[in-house]
């Protein structure tokens, strides 16, 4: 009920947009140069987010769903990839998040990774994203002028994984049996 009434909320926000799978909305403006931090918040619904990376730093606080979630991430560098989808694949690793689980993930964007429900009958989580600047990475001079121009969207900064790593996936079925595995458990004293 929780992430149910997070969406609504959501959806009815000014800036609410949805794409690839993730829908979001900005709810902390930059205000370039003296603001760089974004804040946005984000769904992860029943349907799993494109594998992609992004621009920049990210700090995401979530709390998962009634069935958990999965985040599903490689370790292959972008020219791994492009020379040989198998290393993508040989990089996976997954950590899953325990239903009704608040949870903290901070990492560079420009990792591949996907967010998945565990089952498709249940949203996988609802997050704030922390960009901690916006205009960080390598973004081409069109995305960065609208960056700044605080006309930043997640979808503007995705980036979805090569097309021959994404038929390597379809074509070897669910790689998700065979990825190394980590459980997140809370933290304890």
Not at 50 to 66: K, N, P, T
Not at 122 to 144: C, K, M, Q
Not at 148 to 164: K, R, Y
Request: aromatic share 10%; proline share 6%.
């Amino acid at each position: 009920l929780f992430i149910d009434g997070c969406e609504k909320r959501q959806l009815a926000h000014p800036t609410y947009i949805d794409e690839f799978n993730e829908s979001s909305a900005r709810i902390c403006d930059t205000k370039f140069p003296s603001e760089v931090t974004a804040v946005y918040t984000f769904l992860v619904g029943k349907v799993p987010l494109v594998f992609h990376r992004h621009e920049g730093h990210r700090a995401i606080m979530g709390i998962s769903g009634s069935a958990g979630a999965e985040m599903r991430f490689s370790a292959a560098s972008l020219e791994e990839a492009l020379e040989s989808p198998k290393q993508f694949l040989e990089k996976l690793f997954v950590v899953e998040i325990p239903p009704d689980t608040f949870f903290n993930l901070r990492f560079n964007g420009m990792v591949y990774h996907q967010f998945a429900p565990v089952k498709p009958e249940h949203h996988a989580f609802f997050a704030i994203s922390v960009h901690t600047n916006e205009a960080g990475g390598n973004l081409d001079a069109e995305r960065l002028a609208k960056v700044l121009n605080n006309e930043g969207t997640i979808p503007l900064l995705t980036e979805p994984i090569p097309e021959g790593v994404e038929h390597e996936m379809l074509v070897r079925g669910d790689v998700w049996r065979t990825a190394k595995r980590y459980r997140f458990s809370a933290m304890t004293n």
